[in-house]
């Protein structure tokens, strides 16, 4: 391979890993409030600016009880909670910041799941 199409070749493949990014540059994600019977999750953000009064997503943690505790009401009314003692499931949520998104699994009360998504792509509260 001659060294002038070694550049190209590198500067194309450069070029293809590049592209993807610059097309999300600016990408907003509004996620809002969806409860179902074994899930809940939304964007603080979105949930925040939203102009439905009724709608939200919380989560705390009680660490004088070593316990957390997330609660969700969606657009439609649906109400979901949890609670969860689990020492990873805590540490999540108590790294949650007003423009993350938040998704949790639920059992019979207890959070089976916490999954926290963070990006620039979040609405910002």
């Known amino acids: 391979m001659t060294p002038n199409l070694r550049k190209l070749t590198v500067l194309a493949s450069l070029g293809l890993m590049i592209a993807p990014a610059a097309a999300l540059a600016g990408q907003v994600q509004n996620e809002r409030v969806q409860v179902s019977s074994t899930s809940m999750g939304g964007s603080f953000g979105s949930t925040f600016n939203s102009s439905n009064s009724s709608e939200y997503i919380a989560c705390t943690d009680y660490s004088d009880f070593g316990i957390a505790f997330c609660s969700a009401r969606d657009a439609a009314g649906d ?3 949890c609670s969860t003692s689990n020492a990873t499931q805590r540490s999540l949520i108590r790294s949650l910041s007003d423009s ?13 799941y916490v999954r926290v998504k963070k990006g620039s792509m979040n609405e910002p509260k």
């Open 79 to 81: 109400y979901g909670s």
């Open 100 to 112: 993350d998104t938040v998704y949790i699994g639920r059992s019979g009360g207890s959070c089976s």
